[in-house]
């Protein structure tokens, strides 16, 4: 039988992720069954949402709560197949599915296929890393692009604020945001990331939130105010960006990073949505899974030719898994965080 | 010279509007030169806009707020021209414009004409009231019908909910709503105007926000969720309309008045927006005017045949003006609230 391990969560979080809200348990994998493959995870994700679902109230409309006492589900990974009588999934074959946080999954076929873009798909790797499709050609890369999409952000030649931009999501939209030329203001919560936003993203303004009230560093930043925003952060990074924004100006809520943690207070300054005229669309990259290949063809070309950089935060052994999610939540990472399994 | 009157601001309100905020001083009309024209006025608006306005920090983008001891401009305002140059605008044309809270207008029509919406414009009175262009077939039916325009409701079929439903606005909202064929759930302050609501513009579903609340009470009007809550509360409304929402719902965010004489919150939840794919538009009629031929075709016609109904909450004589603020903002109004002069 295989040596396989998965982890499971003890106690919710009160309010930090530790490790001790997590154990390691050695799991009696089932002998794989028809429509069943057996996958050797190789790369598992981690990411800011899995925090929303490390408590009891998980909020309604996003993925249900992590169950305690039992293997966590719907987490990305990417992983090779060993053992399979399925003619489309053949041993040897690279795939992505959202067994994730585990060294091996069994996974139904037709079951995962409910997942929508998290069901289990043979990758290509000839070309691209195998963690790239953890990055971003694969989730990160879909919110990025699905979230430009939803704002009428994919034509450039507007001025866009970038929220938590060292981020694996941010750090895409950065980019992309570049490519198809936008100004592209960007901030994140050290000098350090300040640093690699401006030398190596190419940003065109980036700021520590650390610094000042965001909104002062904001309008430093853009002078000409904003017509665009990226938003990961929530909480007075919001109330920033409806201050500074310009008539007409739309806002992409990915996420609320600030809020994760605390009681989320709301923006007080909503109004200026009426008076300015301003559109804020929440989005979940799930939900537009009929961008994918589309988002693959632009990014990955912009991988392959070098003009799209995927820094990634890499840990090691599926025992750091806690470890990489405390850090990422704590701003300890820049990049894609992931875990080598 | 006419015997002519304005009233002017003498204090912002802190926090409730009362007649001593402002004071009614005698002007001295100008006689009307090249390209003006004099205007007696005969109806002029009360809008919760207003509100807005009469404080030293008015929100950014919105219009200016009043100053003191000045006139008050933008408003509007219905009237009958009495001198004229203009061979666009001759005497006894029935106009509107945005200088009211005053008996007479000296106009300049290029000057106004930069006023948007608000710009001088003739009337055409042989089939409806000259006050009818204060309401339904002017910025009060330009907002309504541009609320629903900007969440993607003028098609119909979806559940709505509308708030300050007996307002001038919303009370256009939930008719135009159910004209279109969607299912109209409706909220108000009392329960004379809930009954109105239910039983004279035939809503689907009504509540007074006294009654407990909110979202204890949109969940049983809207045991399916809503798909489209037109807004003009805030606070408790908004957050009860993105709890109910149903995924892809939009939310037209036209006012805020339960923030209006307080320091305003924000929405606690408004993370539900990412997580089921919400959006949220800020909009104001002003921004488009381009709907404003459309609009009066098809709510004349409506209004023409009886299938809408204007309901006016009227005031006698400019002396009543701030009285009539008071109410409305008080909620001791219902529909359109407007002073005859």
């Not at 197949?81 to 585990?102: K, L, M, N, Y």
């Not at 034509?155 to 570049?178: D, M, N, R």
């Not at 000098?191 to 904001?218: H, I, N, T």
């Not at 806690?322 to 820049?334: E, H, K, S």
Request: aromatic share 8%; net charge negative; charged share 20%.
């Amino acid at each position: 039988m295989v040596d396989s391990h998965a982890w499971q969560v003890r106690q919710y979080p009160d309010p930090h992720v530790t490790e001790d809200c997590f154990e390691l348990i050695p799991v009696a994998l089932p002998d794989p069954g028809p429509g069943q493959v057996l996958v050797r995870n190789t790369w598992t994700s981690v990411d800011p949402g899995l925090r929303l679902r490390l408590r009891p109230d998980a909020p309604s409309g996003y993925f249900a709560a992590f169950p305690l006492g039992r293997p966590m589900d719907g987490i990305f990974t990417v992983g090779e197949i060993e053992h399979s009588d399925d003619p489309d999934f053949g041993v040897g074959t690279t795939v992505w599915h959202s067994q994730g946080w585990r060294t091996h999954s069994v996974v139904d076929v037709a079951e995962e296929a409910m997942n929508g873009v998290a069901r289990l798909r043979a990758l290509d790797v000839s070309a691209m890393t195998p963690q790239s499709y953890l990055g971003p050609l694969g989730a990160m890369g879909l919110t990025a692009y699905a979230g430009l999409h939803v704002v009428d952000g994919l034509s450039g030649g507007e001025t866009i604020w970038v929220s938590a931009a060292a981020g694996a999501v941010g750090s895409l939209v950065c980019q992309v945001a570049k490519l198809l030329g936008h100004r592209v203001v960007a901030s994140a919560g050290t000098d350090d990331k300040v640093r690699w936003l401006l030398d190596d993203l190419g940003v065109d303004a980036a700021f520590s939130w650390r610094d000042g009230p965001v909104v002062e560093s904001l309008r430093r930043a853009a002078p000409d105010g904003i017509d665009l925003y990226f938003d990961g952060v929530g909480g007075d990074h919001l109330e920033a960006a409806l201050e500074v924004a310009n008539p007409f100006a739309r806002i992409a809520l990915c996420g609320a990073i600030s809020d994760y943690e605390r009681e989320p207070t709301g923006p007080r300054n909503l109004f200026l949505a009426t008076s300015k005229n301003l559109t804020l669309r929440g989005f979940r990259g799930s939900a537009h899974v009929s961008l994918l290949d589309e988002m693959q063809t632009r990014l990955g070309a912009w991988l392959a030719d070098g003009s799209l950089q995927s820094r990634e935060a890499v840990f090691d052994g599926l025992a750091s898994a806690p470890t990489a999610l405390a850090d990422m939540l704590a701003g300890r990472t820049v990049g894609k965080t992931i875990v080598r399994l």
